[in-house]
């Protein structure tokens, strides 16, 4: 693809149109707002204010985005409880066993994926925050879907703010047990099935008739948080609202996905169309990103309580 046509971050263009006076300068009133609102952030999230949660499914403004992110995934906090410091584990000569995946990782992030093209210091910065992350969680050590979450925060910080959003998703977030042991992904599966019959019946119904199970296409999602799978402006908007509620965020996005393919999953034949169609990673490039969200986040209302009630009957179900 020409260069052209290509967006700041790499991926192709959207057909949006250059913001007219007026709304510049409503976007101007809304990067101070936030800027305003930074110093607050910790005391807001604590408390659960439904400012914050508002402004952030609104989108947080291109620019600022980099100031925001680290007080959502308390970045600092995390290099207080952090046993070493990012600089210690780059100049560290201790030798990872991962170095040959990460390497092979490196060369083919992206690589069947048409939205970006990384360049020498991008690879090289994907490899160092790859390799830092393995020596500081040493239990996991490397796990496939690491490099796609790390490469798209490259295209929005360094690889030191990288390195450490990626260990505030592993321990604040949890997500570390997703990496360590896959199947802890399956309760989120069997969530997502029975969410999936709540808000989207007809197409469980397809599902079971081909024996398709949620593992089969929202693996991926699950564990690249949709960085594999989304174009950039789309998941940096799910991201916005995934440091604040959390894995909620990832059970909607899934069902945004659904219901946005819906109706060329129920034609089709066989499971292997289904998951080609689920697979489909060019289809959203030119879906509006607040449409996306609206669906998302207004359509599969539910709670956290639900999420660990599902939780509790999938464990129910492993003592059996």
Request: glycine content about 2%; aromatic content about 12%; some cysteine.
């Amino acid at each position: 693809m020409n260069p052209e046509n290509r967006d700041h971050y790499g991926f192709p263009k959207q057909n949006i149109q250059t913001p007219s006076k007026e709304e510049m300068l409503k976007i101007n009133a809304r990067i101070e707002k936030w800027r305003k609102m930074i110093p607050k952030i910790p005391q807001l999230m604590s408390n659960n204010d439904s400012k914050l949660k508002s402004r952030l499914r609104k989108g947080i403004p291109e620019g600022i985005r980099i100031l925001i992110w680290p007080c959502l995934a308390e970045i600092d906090q995390m290099k207080i409880q952090a046993k070493r410091t990012y600089k210690e584990l780059i100049e560290s000569q201790e030798i990872s066993p991962h170095d040959s995946q990460i390497t092979l990782d490196v060369m083919r992030t992206f690589q069947s994926n048409d939205l970006i093209k990384m360049d020498t210091i991008t690879s090289q910065s994907l490899f160092t925050v790859l390799r830092a992350i393995s020596l500081t969680f040493q239990d996991m050590g490397y796990c496939q879907g690491l490099n796609y979450l790390a490469a798209s925060f490259l295209l929005l910080m360094n690889d030191e703010l990288v390195y450490w959003h990626l260990y505030s998703l592993l321990t604040k977030y949890g997500c570390i047990d997703t990496y360590i042991n896959p199947t802890n992904t399956l309760k989120y599966f069997y969530a997502l099935d029975i969410l999936i019959k709540q808000f989207l019946p007809d197409l469980h119904a397809k599902f079971t008739k081909l024996n398709i199970v949620p593992f089969y296409y929202a693996a991926e999602w699950f564990i690249t948080l949709f960085s594999s799978i989304l174009p950039m402006q789309i998941f940096l908007r799910v991201t916005d609202i995934f440091w604040y509620e959390h894995h909620k965020t990832t059970f909607r996005a899934s069902l945004a996905i659904l219901k946005i393919r819906k109706e060329e999953i129920l034609t089709a034949k066989t499971m292997e169309q289904v998951i080609t169609i689920l697979k489909d990673q060019k289809f959203f490039n030119n879906f509006d990103p607040d449409k996306f969200i609206k669906i998302a986040m207004k359509d599969f209302i539910f709670s956290k309580k639900d999420l660990r009630k599902y939780y509790d009957q999938f464990a129910a179900t492993q003592k059996k």
